[in-house]
């Protein structure tokens, strides 16, 4: 690929590395009660809430900034994002 053909912006065009950030939604309702979730849009229960908080925390303090975010459609993933 030419860096003409990526749409990158800012210091990623300029050669710079990048980091690929992987998170786990937090911890949901049916979580809690041992039930499989699968796609079903189960929300965040209140600690999943808490631990979603916790890892941005963590992630602003290792000074991790980010350009684009991509989760699923899920209320547990977005909430968490």
Do not use: Y
């Not at 690929?20 to 929300?43: A, P």
Request: contains cysteine; proline residues 2%.
């Amino acid at each position: 690929f030419s860096s003409q053909a990526l749409p990158f912006r800012g210091s990623a065009a300029m050669g710079d590395n990048f980091k690929v950030v992987f998170l786990r939604h937090g911890e949901s309702k049916w979580n809690v009660e041992n039930i499989f979730t699968g796609w079903v849009d189960v929300d965040l229960s209140p600690n999943g809430v808490q631990e979603a908080i916790e890892a941005g925390k963590c992630l602003k303090e290792k000074g991790i900034k980010f350009d684009v975010v991509f989760t699923s459609v899920l209320r547990r993933a977005i909430k968490t994002a």
